[in-house]
């Protein structure tokens, strides 16, 4: 299992990037597939993610500008919109058992892309 993430970058407020994560080893059919941030100083926490059906999941802070999608099952990209100074942090996808799970199948984390929103 093998995950690699891409797109991060530096953009103001207001502004858009578009993160892919090109996936091996991996089935959408068996596998969520989740998108996560580490903000500097803080936990990792979950923002997007999609479930094996199909359904997608929002954390509250990024519902509604943040848009999680596939391609041929071989990429999983998120779309963020309006971003905010907040959104600063290193982004990472992972395949995971459920929504909701925090352990990456694959036993660990890849390196991640880099988030800044400058104000």
């Known amino acids: 299992v093998q995950l690699v993430e891409s797109g991060g970058g530096l953009v103001q407020a207001g502004g858009s990037l578009r993160l892919s994560c090109v996936v091996s080893g991996v089935s959408f059919d068996d596998w969520a597939v989740g998108w996560f941030r580490q903000a500097p100083g803080k936990e990792r926490e979950g923002v997007s993610c999609?479930?094996?059906?199909?359904?997608q999941y929002y954390a509250d802070s990024v519902t509604g500008r943040f848009t999680i999608s596939i391609d041929n099952a071989k990429k999983v990209y998120l779309q963020m919109n309006s971003l905010k100074p907040e959104d600063t942090g290193v982004y990472y996808c992972a395949a995971i058992l459920l929504c909701g799970s925090t352990y990456p199948v694959s036993g660990s984390w890849g390196q991640g892309t880099q988030v800044t929103v400058s104000s």
């Open positions: 999609r479930a094996s059906d199909g359904r």
